[in-house]
Every structure is written in structure tokens, then in C-alpha cells.
């Protein structure tokens, strides 16, 4: 239970980076977290906003990570602490990183970018774009991060309940 708590909040801190991205820094957005190409380019013609916009929208980025790493960190400190089985180490990561990953190709990439395209609702300049109708633009990429956060869970679970 703990877990799905967990990734609860991994959940909700990434919604909130999104809505960052999209609404606060959507040029950094846009460039740095997934958008296809050619809405990274409409993006990038979007006039800059003020300096202290762009420093409140990196303050809540580095929030949102530090939340998110924070976390982990409890996740891992739990395991240790409870002295969880391997396998119960490896579901727990399983469940964090896999989870989070299914979030963001469902609520992410499918619902809001290509289903319902909030981004045009807040930038009009990108209605159009070939992107909001393709949900396989990043398809290479979230496989491999599937693969990577399934050993990165394998390994911290060995970690964490064999060695320590």
C-alpha cells in the first residue's frame, strides 16, 4: 500500500512539472521532455517570457525532481528498514518505475498531447502540428526506458535486500 502511495505522488509531481512545462516554461519544455519535432520547432518561435518567470518555472522544476528523488529515497530507505524480501524490493521498484512510465505514455503522451492537444488550447501557433496525431513519436524511447527501469528495479532490489 505504501508503494501505490508512493507512486501516487511520482504521479502527481510529474503532473504538475507537465502543466509547468506547458504553461510556465513551454519553450524549456517542449525541448528537453518529449515533444515531437515539429512541435519542439513551433514551440521554440513562441516569444520568450519575462526572466522571472523562467526562474519561477525552473524553481518548480527542481521541486518536482527533488520531490520525485525524495520518493525514491524513502522507497529505499523503506526497504532497508522493513527488510523487505527481494522480491518484494523488485515489485516495489518494478511498481515505481513501470508504473510512473505507464502514467506517462497513457496520461501524457496519449490523453493530453495527442488525444486532447491541451497544448493548443494554450498555444493556438501549434494547431496543426503532424505531432498531437502521432502517439508513436517517442515509441523508441519509452521502450528503452522500460527495459532500463526494469534492471535499474533488478538491480536495486539485489542491492538492497543482498548486499545491504
Not at 500500500?1 to 517542449?30: D, E, Q, R, W, Y
Request: glycine share 6%; charged share 15%.
Amino acid at each position: 500500500m505504501k508503494t501505490l502511495g508512493m507512486l501516487t505522488i511520482i504521479c502527481l509531481t510529474a503532473s504538475i512539472m507537465m502543466v509547468n512545462f506547458i504553461l510556465i516554461i513551454p519553450k524549456f519544455g517542449s525541448k528537453h521532455f518529449g515533444a515531437p519535432d515539429d512541435i519542439k520547432a513551433m514551440m521554440s518561435k513562441l516569444p520568450d517570457k519575462p526572466i522571472w518567470v523562467n526562474i519561477f518555472g525552473g524553481l518548480i522544476m527542481i521541486l518536482g525532481l527533488l520531490t520525485i528523488a525524495a520518493v525514491l529515497v524513502w522507497a529505499i530507505v523503506d526497504t532497508v528498514k522493513f527488510s523487505l524480501t527481494f522480491q518484494q524490493a523488485f515489485v516495489r521498484f518494478l511498481i515505481l518505475f513501470e508504473g510512473y512510465k505507464l502514467f506517462d505514455i497513457i496520461f501524457f503522451d496519449y490523453l493530453m498531447l495527442t488525444k486532447l492537444k491541451l497544448p493548443t488550447k494554450v498555444y493556438p501557433e501549434t494547431v496543426g502540428a503532424k505531432g498531437y496525431d502521432n502517439f508513436g513519436f517517442n515509441g523508441k524511447s519509452q521502450i528503452a526506458k522500460i527495459i532500463i527501469f526494469f534492471f535499474v528495479s533488478l538491480i536495486l532490489a539485489y542491492l538492497l535486500t543482498v548486499l545491504v
